[in-house]
Every structure is written in C-alpha cells, then in structure tokens.
C-alpha cells in the first residue's frame, strides 16, 4: 500500500487553492482571511468549536456560498467564473443526504447521474450499489432505509460522477457506531483512488486517522495547520486545546 504523503509529492500541482477568503453574513464576518493549498491525493481533515467557520468554509468549496472576498481555484478552475464546471469535480457529502425520499436507491442514482452526463451510466450504478453495500435494495425506497444505509447512498450519489474532490461535512452526524464504521472503510476505499479530501469533523480521533494532513479554525482564522504524519492523539488533544481554548 502506497503512503499518503508519499502519493501527495508525485503531484505538484494544487487541486485546491484559496487565498484571502473572507465570508460575511450582513455585519458577521465568519471567515476572516483563509489561505490553504492542497495537492492532489491529500485528505485535510478541518477541526474547530461550533462556530470557527467550518461549514461556512465547506459551502464555500462546494460552491453552495460565495466568498465575500479572496479567490478560491478548485481543479485549476476559478470559483467566480466557472462554478458549474467545478460542480463537474467535487461531490459533497453532509449529514443532509440529498437523496429523494419517493425515489429507490437506483432511481436517486440514475438521477445525478444523468445530470452530470455520466458514460455508463448503469454499470457505475451497480457498480457503486456494490461498493456501498446496497445491492440488495437497489429497488428500496430511500425512505425504507436505515440512516446508515441513507448515508452510504449519499457516498454513491456524491461519487457518481466520479469526482476528483470530495467535500465531506461531518459525515458521521446522527450515525450509530456500526454505521460509523461503514463510512469510514468506505471513505478509505473512494480515498485510495488519489482524489482530495476535505473533511470537517468533531472527532479528533477521526481526522487524524483519515487525514493526512489538519487545519484548526478558531474565530474563522486558521489557527493551526500541520501533518499528521507524526502526530498522535494525546498531541492533538493538546494542540486543539491550545488553539480553541477548549476545556478551559
């Protein structure tokens, strides 16, 4: 198995690139200032307090907001100019599904998946159905289905145009333990295919097993940004405490 920041330096270019992103609602400036790069294959897990900008930051990379200021470059492509062709690049995972609830796990496929013109369209159907452990209830309503499996389908529906950068929104929110653990083998297999990840999450625990690299937002500023590769749980701990002010 080839190491993550061995596969990152193969790759010089940067398929995400954000400099100077300001987000402002009316007088409330969430985002103040963000700069990040990310090379092709990195998985950047975004760690913060309820509040530090996380979402805000993870709509504004899956085109859902626009920067208030600053530029954002996503596969080479500017934000601003060609946001439906970015749409083309990223799928987006959240604890909202995006799914149809009337419609079966196929039909909610097929869907996204003519709408982003995919070729071969049925054989990547069934292909992620299998993937995501859903063969079996391609023909199930969404409405049938566990929470658990909702969200598998949600990993199918944001892979179905095979994106290069995948967006990923506390995934784990409302999921029990044994669901939990299905995303995570399932987001280790979609990571392996060298796509970016971008992660934001409350588990520390979480991020620095997937990541390969972490960012810490405090009052929607980068407060901490490093590799993983050296980086164990008790550090992190420490780290994010001393960035956030956490248990203090």
Same mark, same amino acid.
């Given at each position: 198995?080839?190491?993550?920041?061995?596969?990152?330096? /193969?790759?010089?270019?940067?398929?995400?690139?954000?400099?100077g992103v300001t987000?402002?609602?009316?007088?409330?400036?969430?985002?103040?200032?963000?700069?990040?790069?990310?090379? =092709?294959?990195?998985?950047?897990?975004?760690?913060?307090?309820?509040?530090?900008?996380?979402?805000?930051?993870?709509?504004?990379?899956?085109?859902?907001?626009?920067?208030?200021?600053?530029?954002?470059?996503?596969?080479?492509?500017?934000?601003?100019?060609?946001?439906m062709e970015i749409?083309?690049?990223?799928?987006?995972?959240?604890?909202?599904?995006?799914?149809?609830?009337?419609?079966?796990?196929?039909?909610?496929?097929?869907?996204?998946?003519?709408?982003?013109?995919?070729?071969?369209?049925?054989?990547?159907?069934?292909?992620?159905?299998?993937?995501?452990?859903?063969?079996? +209830?391609?023909?199930?309503?969404?409405?049938?289905?566990? /929470?658990?499996?909702?969200?598998?389908?949600?990993?199918? =529906?944001?892979?179905?145009?095979?994106?290069?950068?995948?967006?990923?929104?506390?995934?784990?929110?409302?999921?029990?333990?044994?669901?939990?653990?299905?995303?995570?083998?399932?987001?280790?297999?979609?990571?392996?295919?060298?796509?970016?990840?971008?992660?934001?999450?409350?588990?520390?625990?979480?991020?620095?097993?997937?990541?390969?690299?972490?960012?810490?937002?405090?009052?929607? +500023?980068?407060?901490?940004?490093?590799?993983?590769?050296?980086?164990?749980?008790?550090?992190?701990?420490?780290?994010? /405490?001393?960035?956030?002010?956490?248990?203090?």
């Amino acid at each position: 198995m080839v190491d993550k920041e061995d596969r990152v330096t /193969r790759n010089n270019d940067f398929t995400i690139e954000v400099h100077g992103v300001t987000k402002s609602f009316g007088y409330h400036l969430v985002l103040r200032g963000i700069d990040l790069q990310l090379k =092709r294959g990195e998985f950047l897990a975004i760690f913060g307090r309820n509040g530090a900008g996380k979402t805000t930051f993870l709509k504004v990379l899956a085109t859902l907001l626009k920067p208030s200021s600053g530029s954002v470059r996503l596969a080479g492509l500017d934000l601003n100019d060609n946001s439906m062709e970015i749409q083309r690049k990223i799928g987006v995972v959240s604890h909202q599904t995006f799914l149809y609830d009337e419609l079966t796990a196929y039909e909610n496929l097929r869907f996204y998946g003519r709408m982003y013109d995919v070729p071969d369209l049925e054989e990547r159907i069934h292909e992620l159905l299998a993937k995501v452990g859903l063969t079996s +209830r391609i023909h199930d309503r969404v409405r049938t289905l566990s /929470r658990g499996m909702q969200q598998r389908l949600a990993i199918a =529906r944001a892979m179905v145009h095979d994106p290069s950068i995948l967006l990923l929104d506390e995934p784990e929110t409302g999921l029990d333990q044994y669901a939990s653990a299905m995303l995570r083998e399932l987001l280790v297999t979609f990571d392996a295919e060298e796509r970016t990840v971008v992660m934001t999450t409350h588990s520390l625990e979480r991020g620095l097993q997937m990541g390969n690299r972490t960012v810490i937002l405090s009052k929607g +500023r980068i407060a901490y940004e490093g590799s993983n590769k050296d980086l164990n749980l008790t550090e992190l701990q420490e780290i994010y /405490r001393r960035y956030t002010g956490a248990g203090q």
